[in-house]
């Protein structure tokens, strides 16, 4: 026997046979000791960009001197400065709404609405009947639930993993295809007409929910008459896949928990998440025939779907809120190639959504305060109007100072990213919290180019990210 294992893989001994389990640890260990090295190299490099601008603090004055001594310079420097007042104020203004904020609690069984959660899958394979199960098991009455799921001509198996879905669920879901794939927006207008919900659910077919999150997402629309759509709290659901996730879910909890909770006291969340958002069925069909019909230099919207529903429910005055204890768990990309094709798409729906809701923000679009409404454009809007000349000027001083610009922007990490690693330390936990300086620069030096790039091709279409792997 133990000659037989000896000849094994050419002559390998036991020594070299693992089982299982220590195949498990080896690669935890692996995993931990790459965590280990980013997380390490992170601190390395932040500290050495301390010390570099303590050591240059003389060319930085030089710098600043040089510039200060011209017309152009001079104007520069007033117009950074001025930049720098308002960005200032603005985060200043979203951390006091943010201290305002409070998640409304859940409604009653009695007061509860009915709702029709709609689930698009594309491509999604297992992961779809997950999705079904986790909805399914939700802590809100049966009778008062409508869920469907829709495949859009998926090439994989995921129809198979709905069928098998709707035989464990029965009646608690019906399933449906479309003859092609048409994209996300036509699977969602076909559940919008198929739903008989007073509330309308949508949940991407990559996420998971808990057991409170669809009595807690739609509690607001009982609470406040005017509430037109609420966005749900996003989380990674692959954190144990790779560093990457890891990453997003430390932006994630900023983007929402930060961000969409100051935007919710000012009743203006910018967008309700594909991953999980609810909307108010009159609101819906008052821009149905609007939204599904919604064309971009011509040619028709098959991106940014989430985004363009919510700014179409803004400008019928409606509010948007954002439930922070209504949580849903999204896969997200694990790679470089798959995260800038994410970002690529959200960033041509910002430019899209953010020209559209410059013809009303400054309307009479709604009875009650607009002021917040119309900050929160103005800053998104300054990001892209800015976004050249800015990168323009990075790379003009990339080219003539370097060592200054490296140092700069490593040190300007380290001061704004701390931030963010408070806030999910405090939210969460300590030492997940450092994956945001290790994002900020992985966004900075590999991804800067997504926003100018996402300008210039704003008018381009496609979803990018749902196509099966090749080999």
């Known amino acids: 026997m133990k000659n037989a294992l000896n000849s094994l893989k050419g002559g390998a001994n036991l020594s070299k046979i693992t089982s299982p389990g220590e195949r498990v640890r080896t690669f935890f260990d692996t995993a931990d000791a790459w965590r280990i090295f980013v997380q390490g190299s992170t601190l390395v490099l932040l500290i050495g960009a301390v010390n570099l601008v303590f050591v240059l603090q003389s060319d930085f004055e030089q710098y600043n001197i040089g510039r200060l001594s011209t017309t152009f310079g001079y104007a520069f420097m007033m117009f950074t400065g001025a930049l720098f007042l308002f960005k200032a104020f603005y985060f200043l203004f979203i951390l006091y709404r943010y201290f305002t904020y409070k998640p409304i609690a859940s409604v009653s069984d009695e007061e509860l609405p009915t709702v029709t959660i709609i689930v698009p899958a594309y491509n999604e394979g297992k992961q779809v009947y997950a999705t079904l ?105 692959n954190l144990k896949k790779a560093l990457l996730p890891k990453m997003l879910d430390v932006s994630f909890v900023l983007s929402f928990e930060f961000v969409r909770s100051a935007e919710s006291t000012l009743n203006s969340v910018l967008c309700t998440p594909g991953a999980l958002a609810a909307y108010k069925r009159e609101a819906v069909f008052n821009c149905l025939d609007a939204w599904i019909n919604q064309t971009f230099m011509g040619k028709p919207s098959d991106i940014g779907e989430d985004r363009a529903m919510t700014n179409m429910i803004l400008k019928q005055g409606y509010h948007v809120l954002f439930q922070r204890n209504a949580y849903a768990y999204t896969n997200v990309p694990d790679g470089f190639r798959g995260l800038h094709k994410m970002f690529t798409r959200w960033g041509r729906s910002n430019v899209r959504e953010n ?42 001083f990339v080219a ?37 300086y290790s994002y900020s620069i992985l966004y900075t030096f590999g991804l800067f180019w997504i926003t100018p790039y996402a300008i210039a091709t704003a008018n381009k279409s496609g979803w990018l990210t749902r196509s099966l792997p090749t080999t």
């Open 133 to 237: 199960k986790s909805l399914a098991a939700s802590d809100y009455p049966r009778e008062k639930i409508q869920m469907i799921s829709i495949d859009d001509g998926s090439k994989d198996d995921t129809w198979i993993w709905m069928q098998k879905a709707k035989e464990e669920l029965g009646d608690q879901v019906a399933i449906y295809q479309q003859p092609k794939n048409m994209g996300k927006r036509h699977a969602l207008y076909r559940g919008f007409n198929l739903g008989t919900g007073d509330v309308f659910v949508t949940v991407d077919s990559d996420s998971e929910v808990d057991q409170n999150t669809l009595r807690n997402l739609v509690s607001p629309f009982i609470t406040n008459p005017q509430c037109g759509a609420v966005a749900g709290n996003i989380r990674v659901l």
């Open 355 to 396: 020209i559209q809701m410059a013809k009303y923000v400054f309307t009479d679009f709604r009875e009650d305060s607009k002021a917040g409404a119309r900050l929160l454009f103005i800053s998104q809007f300054l990001k892209i109007v800015l976004c050249y000349p800015l990168m323009i000027l990075m790379l003009y």
């Open 400 to 436: 003539t100072h370097p060592l200054l610009f490296l140092s700069s922007t490593l040190f300007s990490i380290l001061v704004l990213s701390t931030f963010p690693v408070i806030f999910y330390a405090r939210r969460y936990t300590l030492s997940e919290s450092f994956w945001a």
